[in-house]
């Protein structure tokens, strides 16, 4: 799941970082409010259909057929209904453009429907080498298509041609990549919809969390501004979006099964807290001490007003990690209900925070609103998930004390050197080596002090052996693989 999310979101950064470089942040602010307006119809309409295959203990064709139909009444009802109401989009937003780019959206998002529900069954059946394909395919597509049509347009349609090279496309690869065929049946509506309740109702909260600081932003500011909020969002919750979430995707799955077979989920969930900060602490705040480097060379000088959104996000980034594990091990478990709560806390203190701060200080207040936010939830979702799963809060620490201890000290080197939290532009002639630098420092700091940790800890059972066992186990596997393929 990692190399998935690494090839194609290293693909997506790529063509971020070109496509930010051709145009302008009113370019991906139009976008930007466009789906977030059609993923409004689309949480209020979840109805956590692959979730409920995925966790049912039994799934056959019919399970399969009732999903496919519903997922097509969904998809056109959501379409005909961004399409009818885009003028009224427009108007909020006051920005006329927003129309016809949610015309195309509604479009694709009656075609998304029609997509085989059997590939489904790769997360069910754990076989994330034949997801890694769907996801990569169609990620291939969209940063061809959109970087040629950035180059010929230059303006907002190449990132919505880009969207829909990339939606066609993953619907003929999920017929083309698992064999089963959907036919129209809602003779399991029952089995579904008992699940499904709580998930879309967790649906919606989520949508209100995640993406209330876009309706705020185009509301109080203008297009510019959410372009230039979504790209210091997407540079700041890098970790969370390439590490974090396509390993809860796997391990849905994993506590799923272990959940069926009566085993005690409470250590599991604190090693993976564990083993899952030993990579993201460090990353996030080190793209938050460096936020300055990375705005200036990935960017550019236009993008400048977003390095203290960028310094901000990224640093309270790390509580999405309680509550992107907390979430996932509940929602297995079938603590759906509690997830729905939590976020709907979240979501109303969030956006309440959003629109105070934006009226008070201006768009750095909103990122300050959505990093408390954030750091409120994953101390909620850490609570209440521990004692859920009967996790010790002991153990808990145990796992998590060392890669905290030793980001500390990777934070204090970097601000002692003069490297970390910089507030203003760096010099164009030494960008680069600064960078080199200052990533060297960080990465030395918090190696050597995890490695010292480690070592008087004495730990037999650590989540750093853990990890390295893994990374060989898969090596060695990988190595394997492809010594039989030779040989045959």
């Not at 829909?164 to 129209?184: D, I, K, N, S, W």
């Not at 959940?259 to 900060?277: D, I, K």
């Not at 901000?312 to 980034?317: D, E, L, M, N, S």
Request: glycine fraction near 8%; aromatic fraction near 10%; include cysteine.
């Amino acid at each position: 799941m990692l190399l998935w999310r690494l090839a194609t979101r290293g693909l997506g950064i790529i063509n971020l970082l070109i496509l930010a470089h051709i145009l302008v942040p009113q370019d991906f602010g139009i976008v930007a409010i466009a789906t977030t307006y059609l993923a409004a119809f689309d949480a209020i309409s979840a109805f956590g259909l692959e979730d409920a295959i995925v966790r049912a203990s039994g799934s056959g064709e019919k399970l399969h057929d009732t999903a496919f139909t519903l997922s097509i009444i969904r998809s056109a009802v959501n379409g005909a209904l961004v399409a009818i109401s885009a003028p009224f989009a427009a108007q909020f937003f006051n920005e006329p453009r927003v129309a016809a780019v949610l015309y195309v959206l509604a479009v694709l998002a009656v075609v998304e429907g029609f997509e085989n529900i059997g590939v489904v069954g790769f997360q069910r059946d754990m076989r994330f080498d034949k997801e890694f394909q769907l996801f990569l395919i169609p990620r291939l597509a969209s940063v061809a298509v959109s970087i040629t049509c950035a180059l010929i347009f230059r303006s907002y349609w190449a990132l919505v041609i880009g969207i829909g090279a990339q939606r066609l496309v993953r619907f003929g690869a999920t017929y083309l990549l698992h064999p089963f065929r959907p036919r129209l049946s809602i003779s399991e509506w029952r089995q579904i919809s008992g699940f499904s309740f709580w998930t879309w109702a967790a649906s919606v909260a989520s949508f209100a969390r995640d993406r209330s600081w876009t309706v705020i932003v185009g509301k109080f500011f203008d297009p510019a501004s959410v372009g230039r909020f979504s790209m210091a969002s997407e540079i700041g919750l890098l970790p969370v979006s390439e590490f974090i979430l396509p390993i809860c995707r796997a391990l849905f799955s994993g506590f799923a099964l272990a959940r069926h077979e009566g085993v005690a989920l409470g250590p599991a969930f604190a090693r993976t807290l564990g083993v899952v900060a030993l990579a993201v602490l460090p990353a996030a705040i080190g793209i938050s001490a460096i936020g300055n480097y990375v705005v200036d060379l990935a960017l550019g000088i236009k993008w400048g007003e977003v390095i203290p959104i960028v310094q901000i996000i990224a640093g309270t980034a790390p509580f999405v990690l309680l509550t992107a594990i907390g979430a996932t091990i509940m929602n297995a478990c079938g603590f759906v209900q509690y997830n729905f709560w939590i976020v709907s806390t979240s979501a109303v203190i969030g956006a309440a925070a959003n629109a105070f701060m934006a009226a008070r200080v201006g768009l750095n207040g909103v990122a300050v609103a959505t990093g408390l936010t954030m750091m409120f939830e994953g101390m909620l979702f850490l609570a209440i998930a521990a004692r859920a799963v009967k996790a010790s809060w002991s153990n808990i620490l145990f796992c998590l004390w060392r890669p905290l201890l030793s980001t500390l000290v990777m934070a204090a080197t970097l601000l002692g050197t003069g490297f970390g939290w910089q507030a203003g532009h760096i010099s164009a002639g030494n960008r680069v080596m600064e960078c080199v630098v200052a990533i060297a420092i960080g990465a030395a700091s918090y190696v050597a002090s995890l490695l010292i940790l480690w070592r008087l800890s004495r730990d037999p059972d650590s989540s750093e052996l853990f990890l390295i066992n893994l990374v060989r186990k898969n090596l060695r596997r990988g190595q394997d693989a492809m010594a039989d393929s030779r040989t045959t």
